[in-house]
Structure formats: C-alpha cells, structure tokens
C-alpha cells in the first residue's frame, strides 16, 4: 500500500529527547500520511529511553528514517541545527515527535508552497490532552503575511513551530540559537521575517498538539516572556517595560489554564486574561 503513494520533496525535521511513549503515534501518524517525504530525520538528543529502540522498529516500515544519534545531550535548537546539516530536499517540515500530523497536512502543504510564493507555511493546530482521545481546541493563527509579522512585532506569535514547511534555504540562512530555548521559535521567525521571507497559514488544523507535563505548550515560566520581549528588542528594536512583560505572563498563563483545565474554574481563568488583554481574547473568539 505504502509503495503506491507518492513521495514528495520534503524532509520532515524532528527532535526527539525521552518521548518514547508517544513515537508510535508520532510515526504512525507519518505512515498513515496521503503523501510520504523523501526523508525523516530524526535527531535523538541522547535520550535515555527506549526511543531508538522504538524507531528501529518503524525502519521497517518506514525506510525514509534517517537516524541522527547524537552523543551527547545538546539541546534542543542544537539538536535541530544538528538535523539541518542532512536536509536533502527542497522543503522541510518541522513537528514535534510527541505530535501526530494529520493525513492531508504533508499533501496540502506541500501543493500549497509549491505553487505560491511563500516560504514559510503553517496551519492551525488542535490540542488534545494526552490519554484522551478528543480535542479540547483549535488554534486560531493569522492567514496572511503581514498580519504574522505584525503579530512578531508585538512580541506575539504567527505560526506554530511544529506546525510549519520551509523552503529549506530559511533554515541554511538561518539556524535555531539554543540560548533563547524555549523562545527559539519566536526568535528564527522574527529574523527571517526580518530578512523578508514570506510567511502564510493555511487555516485548516492539520497538526495535532499533545499536552502533557513535559510538553512546552504545558506550562510557559516567566523567563519565556522576558526573552521574547528581549529578543523583541534585539530583532525588531522595539522595548516592552517590565510591566507589560509581567502582564504578558499573567495573560498567556491564565489562557493557558482556561484552555488545558475542565470545569467552571476554567472559565474564571478566562475571565482574568480577558481583564489583562480584552482585545487579544475578542480577537481570538470573535475575528
């Protein structure tokens, strides 16, 4: 069956470090796909578990795994930079290895970016926790290129980093800078809009995103938001005061709650980001 799908340009990017548990779905989600890359390139960042055992298995099935076993603990902008080095094709697709890509998302990215002249193109996502089966929400990311970079001016974000297909000369012009991990994303965005690379969403979530204790989408610390508004000012040259930087954590935090928790107490926690930025919660039930 796989033999008589079609194999597009695409290299599929992923850093793995201890997600074993989730690398089934993760490939599976892969196999499954209405179009296969050329290549998978998986960079292992040393992890401790069972994950290279697990890949040995889908090589089986999916020959197009190009294992990148690193030997030491790198670090994730390092270990993706790593996997940047053995990008053979003309376009890249970045997800998460405790992710899982929906079937059309490889097939319609690739149609899209192909026939337009974009060279970064997202979608929205939907999140769902991990050990349940249905989605809690769908992302709502601007579609057209000057709405997401308005959004990286503001100190915001305008395309989902596991959710994304480059044309693989973004990422020979630019590479990740682990000393901004966990705002690496903002920060390769904001420079290759800067350099005047066209940026685009398609509006349809092809990309399922796990939330789990270990998961970036879990929890977003303080520091996150203070190297965001600083790679603001380094990028764009536009200074946030600590007040704002403050009210950005409480905001982005109590949304988070408001999506990730059950119950009536969700909608308190929606309540409050509403108080600290209306416009963003109107923006993303209402546009």
Same mark, same amino acid.
């Given at each position: 069956?796989?033999?008589?799908? #079609?194999? +597009?340009?695409?290299?599929?990017?992923?850093?793995?470090?201890?997600?074993?548990?989730?690398?089934?779905?993760?490939?599976?989600?892969?196999?499954?796909?209405?179009?296969?890359?050329?290549?998978?390139? @998986? +960079?292992?960042?040393?992890?401790?578990?069972?994950? =290279?055992?697990?890949?040995?298995?889908?090589? =089986?099935?999916?020959?197009?795994? @190009?294992?990148?076993?690193?030997?030491?603990?790198?670090? @994730?902008?390092?270990?993706?930079?790593?996997?940047?080095? *053995?990008?053979?094709?003309?376009?890249?697709?970045?997800?998460?290895?405790?992710?899982?890509?929906?079937?059309?998302?490889?097939?319609?990215?690739?149609?899209?970016?192909?026939?337009?002249?974009?060279?970064?193109?997202?979608?929205?996502?939907?999140? $769902?926790?991990?050990?349940?089966?249905?989605?809690?929400?769908?992302?709502?990311?601007?579609?057209?290129?000057? %709405?997401?970079?308005?959004?990286?001016?503001?100190?915001?974000?305008?395309?989902?980093?596991?959710?994304?297909?480059?044309?693989?000369?973004?990422?020979?012009?630019?590479?990740?800078?682990?000393?901004?991990?966990?705002?690496?994303?903002?920060?390769?965005?904001?420079?290759?809009?800067?350099?005047?690379?066209?940026?685009?969403?398609?509006?349809?979530?092809?990309?399922? +995103? #796990?939330? *789990?204790?270990?998961?970036?989408?879990?929890?977003?610390? !303080?520091?996150?938001?203070?190297?965001? $508004?600083?790679?603001?000012?380094?990028?764009?040259?536009?200074?946030?005061? #600590?007040?704002?930087?403050?009210? %950005?954590?409480?905001?982005?935090?109590?949304?988070?709650?408001? =999506?990730?928790?059950?119950?009536?107490?969700? !909608?308190? $926690?929606?309540?409050?980001?509403?108080?600290?930025?209306?416009?963003?919660?109107? #923006?993303? @039930?209402?546009?």
């Amino acid at each position: 069956m796989q033999l008589d799908k #079609r194999t +597009v340009p695409v290299d599929i990017l992923t850093a793995n470090f201890n997600n074993n548990n989730y690398l089934d779905d993760f490939f599976n989600s892969i196999y499954q796909s209405s179009v296969l890359p050329h290549r998978i390139i @998986f +960079v292992d960042d040393k992890s401790t578990d069972n994950s =290279l055992a697990t890949v040995g298995r889908w090589l =089986l099935k999916l020959p197009q795994i @190009f294992v990148v076993e690193l030997s030491e603990n790198v670090g @994730f902008a390092n270990a993706l930079n790593e996997g940047c080095k *053995h990008i053979a094709s003309e376009y890249v697709v970045r997800i998460d290895p405790d992710d899982i890509m929906g079937v059309d998302r490889l097939e319609k990215q690739y149609d899209f970016i192909s026939n337009h002249d974009v060279d970064v193109l997202g979608s929205n996502v939907s999140y $769902f926790l991990d050990g349940e089966a249905q989605d809690i929400t769908n992302s709502k990311f601007p579609l057209t290129h000057s %709405e997401i970079s308005s959004r990286y001016q503001e100190g915001s974000h305008g395309v989902c980093h596991g959710a994304v297909i480059f044309r693989s000369m973004c990422l020979k012009v630019e590479q990740y800078r682990q000393e901004y991990v966990p705002a690496e994303e903002y920060d390769i965005f904001s420079r290759l809009l800067k350099r005047g690379f066209k940026f685009s969403n398609l509006e349809e979530a092809f990309t399922r +995103v #796990r939330i *789990h204790s270990g998961s970036v989408s879990n929890d977003m610390p !303080y520091s996150t938001i203070e190297k965001t $508004f600083k790679l603001r000012y380094l990028i764009w040259g536009c200074k946030t005061n #600590r007040f704002i930087v403050l009210k %950005e954590y409480i905001v982005r935090n109590y949304y988070r709650k408001y =999506l990730f928790c059950t119950g009536v107490k969700r !909608y308190l $926690f929606l309540v409050i980001a509403s108080i600290f930025k209306p416009m963003a919660v109107i #923006r993303r @039930f209402f546009k």
